[in-house]
């Protein structure tokens, strides 16, 4: 069964906006999103087993995470987000290609710690080889997602490949992407 991810990204994008900070707050955070830092380990404890387990360790302020919205989100108003999760938990909220921070937030530290072992264990060519093929949603007002993961890297596209979470890395990269969007919403804006 493929997943259809625009619907569930357009509820997501009036959710966000529907959680904003009713004070319009924007953080005047500028980072540097595509900064890369050579991985090490350190321990983390799988929740199934109680064993400890390797994570991959970057420095505190290097992203490892990014969720890219293009497409129907930019239909009523500029709402495609750009999430940034830097290694400590950290969220910094774009709005589309604008270079500036509009909001920061946390993210939970179970949701960066199961993106960063399926991320570090994951071998992404093998995934894509065996992905369904993507989809332009956005040419019918969907909303289309990249992943990266610079620590690594990577770079995903749901138009070239199916982000279907039967899969692990695309399961993890969902729940944090959703973990930095509660945590840093992007308020929405119409034209």
């Known amino acids: 069964m493929k997943l259809k991810l625009a619907p569930l990204a357009l ?39 109680d064993e400890p387990q390797a994570l991959p360790v970057v420095a505190p302020d290097s992203p490892v995470f990014e969720w890219v919205e293009t497409g129907g989100c930019l239909m009523a108003g500029p709402n495609c987000a750009r999430y940034v999760v830097t290694s400590d938990g950290t969220v910094m909220t774009y709005r589309g290609d604008n270079t500036h ?40 007002d969907g909303v289309d997602f990249q992943l990266d993961a610079p620590h690594q890297g990577t770079s995903l596209s749901s138009i070239d490949i199916e982000f279907n979470e039967s899969e692990a890395y695309f399961a993890a990269a969902m729940d944090l992407a959703l973990a930095a969007r509660d945590a840093a919403p992007l308020e929405i804006e119409m034209r």
């Open 101 to 140: 921070v509009e909001v920061t937030g946390t993210v939970d530290k179970a949701a960066l710690d199961a993106w960063m072992l399926v991320a570090g264990e994951t071998d992404v060519d093998a995934l894509v080889d065996r992905a369904g093929p993507g989809e332009l949603t956005a040419a019918f």
């Open 11 to 49: 509820v997501l994008a009036l959710a966000a906006g529907a959680c904003g900070d009713p004070d319009g707050g924007v953080a005047a955070v500028e980072s540097d999103p595509t900064t890369t830092v050579a991985p090490s380990t350190t321990e983390a404890v799988d929740e199934n087993t």
